[in-house]
């Protein structure tokens, strides 16, 4: 069973295509983050212009994309553009599929924080001079982000998981790498390091939302 | 041919579509049958486990939070890959309709389990203890008393991270399950045309967003109140 699963000589032998894959995956995490943030920063500010003609096509994109399993945008990305001439290469699939499908998350969540934040902010940030854009930058946003951290975490927990299905587009990151170095060996001690790696990266995060979670509960 | 006309025969070509669109259907099946097992399985055995950790059992729950933890820190396709390319080493072989499910119904328990328990530790201890004064046993306090009042906290999360991980049954795909995603990319490959995508991505927008419009009606309903 430990020759099977913790194979120490198969270990040695894989972990440096693991650390590279890690590598990628942490690069590909704090770039498809900050495109997701970017994206939903983009739909909650959308979101504040209250017409009829601006919420309802927002509420059919975000309905749209919370529908849509995000593997199969990537797929739709990587096997359908290259008919028309599009070459987009994993890396570049993978980037437009997570602003689409992770920004509705973030918008979401974005959306609900500036609501949380009270008008009368907005109305004292305005009286003393301030004007409309600078008024969201540093009075309004960072009340926002602050009343729906936990949230903001946990989506971000949820994306760099989701990194893994670059894996499927052959994106070099630590799952694809895993199963390269299986299939090379024969023995699934690879993926069950790569899962450990994951593991030890992602529990504090866990930990810490876990904590936050059950403690908003209770004071909910 | 004009542009336009080209793309329509690339993405939106009727002869293809027409042939391939019983083999999508077909997926939409599989699809579904694997999503009711996912929801039901899972929510049940997280219910479970939140009962199980209400009884209090120090080591027991220790294990239970580890092993939940580990699930939420592991994304699903790296579970699903773990079960069906590692268990053939140890002698079990399982589908990758089984694998699927299997990997995830666990990441939906586990993330159901912390959502009960969150909503069952969120019940204030007055009614706990209002309750088995009057004469209430332990399980009749928690069925009766607690549950009902843990449960209506409970549903705005759990609707949306339900919809999230019935989602992913389009991961059988990479371990050959034949759900829409598996069906239109195979018979891309066999028309050399990405129409079956389109119609693929179609079915999932049919399936799921009476689900999403559905889950928002349900989170306001039950919104909790601020």
Not at chain 1, 180 to 207: E, M
Not at chain 2, 13 to 22: E, H, I, L, R, T
Not at chain 2, 74 to 89: C, E, R
Request: aromatic fraction near 10%; charged fraction near 10%.
């Amino acid at each position: 069973m430990l020759d099977t699963f913790f194979n120490v000589e198969i270990m040695k032998a894989a972990w440096p295509i693991l650390l590279a894959g890690l590598g990628n995956t942490l690069l590909l995490s704090v770039t498809v983050v900050p495109l997701g943030l970017l994206g939903g920063l983009m739909l909650a500010l959308l979101a504040r212009l209250h017409s009829p003609w601006v919420r309802w096509p927002l509420m059919a994109w975000v309905d749209f994309f919370r529908a849509f399993p995000p593997l199969v945008l990537l797929i739709l990305l990587y096997a359908g553009l290259p008919f028309i001439g599009i070459e987009l290469g994993g890396f570049g699939c993978v980037a437009i599929a997570f602003f689409l499908n992770t920004g509705a998350y973030y918008g979401e969540i974005l959306r609900a924080g500036i609501d949380s934040v009270p008008t009368g902010q907005t109305e004292a940030a305005r009286s003393t001079g301030l004007s409309a854009s600078q008024t969201m930058a540093w009075v309004v946003l960072p009340q926002a982000v602050r009343n729906v951290l936990p949230d903001l975490m946990s989506n971000t927990l949820e994306v760099v998981k989701l990194t893994a299905l670059g894996s499927v587009v052959a994106m070099p990151e630590l799952l694809f790498q895993a199963r390269q170095a299986q299939s090379l060996t024969y023995n699934p001690t690879p993926i069950v390091v790569a899962a450990l790696v994951y593991f030890a990266l992602l529990w504090p995060l866990v930990r810490l939302l876990s904590r936050l979670e059950n403690r908003a509960l209770r004071a909910g | 041919m004009t542009g336009w006309e080209r793309f329509l025969d690339t993405f939106f070509n009727a002869k293809v579509m027409a042939k391939y669109w019983p083999d999508i259907l077909h997926g939409m099946w599989v699809t579904i049958e694997l999503a009711m097992l996912v929801v039901v399985t899972g929510i049940a055995s997280g219910l479970a486990l939140a009962l199980l950790r209400a009884a209090g059992i120090r080591p027991l729950n220790w294990l239970m939070i580890f092993v939940v933890d580990a699930l939420r820190a592991l994304p699903p396709l790296v579970i699903i890959v773990l079960i069906y390319f590692g268990l053939p080493s140890a002698g079990l072989t399982p589908s990758g309709f089984v694998s699927t499910w299997a990997a995830l119904a666990l990441v939906l328990m586990a993330f159901s389990e912390e959502i009960f328990w969150a909503g069952i530790t969120a019940v204030p201890r007055g009614q706990w203890e209002a309750a088995r004064s009057t004469g209430l046993s332990y399980a009749q306090a928690l069925f009766h008393v607690v549950l009902p009042q843990a449960l209506r906290l409970t549903i705005p999360p759990l609707t949306s991270r339900t919809i999230a991980i019935t989602k992913g049954t389009a991961l059988g795909s990479v371990v050959a399950v034949s759900e829409i995603l598996g069906q239109a990319s195979s018979a891309v490959s066999n028309s050399y045309n990405p129409s079956p995508l389109i119609l693929g991505a179609a079915a999932y927008l049919v399936l799921f967003i009476p689900v999403v419009v559905a889950g928002r009606w349900v989170e306001t309903r039950f919104a909790w109140k601020k």
